[in-house]
């Protein structure tokens, strides 16, 4: 699984082998701690309270990757096991958008830091596919472009937007990082 910044203070998301995104609690009152230690303090074993506060609509198999956007601070994506990508409003639990680029897992998601709803996605083929959910003309739920960037058809585990030259992205597959002019 993994892990990016909620939406509230003292949050965040995190992605789980089973499939499910959790927003996890990451701190506790003041209140919460006190009792905490003064129940350990006792020689007593403290309650252990889950940090998950909330459960969005799960993938099929594993959460690969999170991806808070740049732009809207209510949207995330989640990429997994079942082949989709899939876009959250952080304050609702069902995706408001889901993309099935490619038979196969999805590894590696990442927003452009530049162009507002454009997000690229690595795929177990070697795949990376590019979207473009605002300006995507016709149907934006299929790839604007795509290309192989792992020769070998190894899978695509890392995906990262120059953050100073909106024009390239890099991508890894565990042997390589190749950098890409868009």
Same mark, same amino acid.
């Given at each position: ?30 209140? $919460? ?85 454009? $997000? ?43 953050? $100073? $030259? ?17």
């Amino acid at each position: 699984g993994g892990g990016v910044g909620g939406d509230e203070t003292g949050t965040f998301l995190a992605g789980s082998d089973g499939g499910p995104v959790f927003k996890c609690l990451m701190h506790h009152t003041p209140t $919460m701690m006190a009792a905490f230690s003064k129940t350990a303090a006792g020689g007593e074993t403290p309650k252990m309270n889950s940090p998950v506060k909330s459960e969005y609509a799960p993938h099929v198999g594993a959460v690969h990757a999170l991806a808070a956007c740049p732009h809207d601070p209510r949207l995330f994506a989640s990429c997994g096991a079942d082949g989709s990508a899939r876009v959250y409003q952080r304050r609702g639990t069902a995706p408001v958008l889901r993309l099935e680029p490619c038979v196969g897992a999805l590894f590696a998601l990442q927003w452009s830091p530049f162009r507002p709803l454009v $997000m690229a996605a690595g795929t177990a083929s070697g795949q990376v596919v590019l979207y473009d959910l605002l300006e995507g003309g016709g149907d934006a739920t299929q790839p604007a472009v795509s290309f192989q960037a792992c020769p070998r058809g190894t899978a695509v585990q890392a995906l990262a937007f120059n953050p $100073m $030259m909106p024009e390239y992205l890099a991508s890894a597959d565990g042997t390589a990082v190749r950098v890409w002019e868009l």
